[in-house]
T-cell receptor, first 110, second 114 residues
Framework: EAQVTQNPRYLITVTGKKLTVTCSQN?????MSWYRQDPGLGLRQIYY???????DKGDVPEGYKVSRKEKRNFPLILESPSPNQTSLYFC?????????FGPGTRLTVT | AQSVTQLDSHVSVSEGTPVLLRCNYS??????LFWYVQHPNKGLQLLLK??????LVKGINGFEAEFKKSETSFHLTKPSAHMSDAAEYFC????????????FGQGTELSVKP
């Protein structure tokens, strides 16, 4: 079954404590990306990757890092989380005609 | 530059009545357009997609959308609403058919009254 998995699904953390949200796909897709969803703003792209070792900024990259060492994995790193990064995060991977989204990670930074 | 505008932040209908969720887009190129649905505390599910084939696109659960280039619109419709249709709906545009950045509208919350 085609799948995009994210972990953790829920996370409450404190300001400044580094965290990583993992994303993994089993569809052998080259393109992967991260979005954040905030009320009234829809989803906005944080970072994307066209292939292994190729990453680039989306619309809201500040405060985030990514890496793409393997095709299947695309972790999102928050080196020093702040309360304005409290959000719902989605990982996505692109096939020929559509994108597939993970189940989401709800992050709260206090 | 590409952009998407969903004209209503909230739509309320009665069960059994038609649904219309409005979406206008702006794109310098021939776009790919999508509608996604998000049920409460759930992920995103693709309802339907337009990729320069037929302008009337049929999706899952009885939804359909019509691509109108002259009006730059891609409105989502359903003849008869069901309680299970209550959710948030996103109109999305992409330059590329699949890969590439998606531009999301702000979302329309659909409520269905019994």
């Amino acid at each position: 079954e085609a799948q995009v998995t994210q972990n953790p699904r829920y996370l409450i953390t404190v300001t400044g404590k580094k965290l990583t949200v993992t994303c993994s796909q089993n569809m052998n897709h080259e393109y992967m990306s991260w979005y954040r969803q905030d009320p009234g703003l829809g989803l906005r792209q944080i970072y994307y990757s066209m292939n292994v070792e190729v990453t680039d900024k989306g619309d809201v990259p500040e405060g985030y890092k990514v890496s793409r060492k393997e095709k299947r994995n695309f972790p999102l790193i928050l080196e020093s989380p702040s309360p304005n990064q409290t959000s719902l995060y989605f990982c996505a991977t692109a096939g020929t005609y559509e994108q597939y989204f993970g189940p989401g990670t709800r992050l709260t930074v206090t | 530059a590409q952009s998407v505008t969903q004209l209503d932040s909230h739509v309320s209908v009665s069960e059994g009545t038609p649904v219309l969720l409005r979406c206008n887009y702006s794109s310098s190129y021939s776009p790919s357009l999508f509608w996604y649905v998000q049920h409460p505390n759930k992920g995103l599910q693709l309802l339907l997609k337009y990729t320069s084939a037929a302008t009337l696109v049929k999706g899952i659960n009885g939804f359909e959308a019509e691509f109108k280039k002259s009006e730059t619109s891609f409105h989502l419709t359903k003849p008869s609403a069901h309680m299970s249709d209550a959710a948030e709906y996103f109109c999305v545009v992409s330059l590329l058919t699949g890969g590439g950045k998606l531009i999301f509208g702000q979302g329309t919350e659909l409520s269905v009254k019994p």
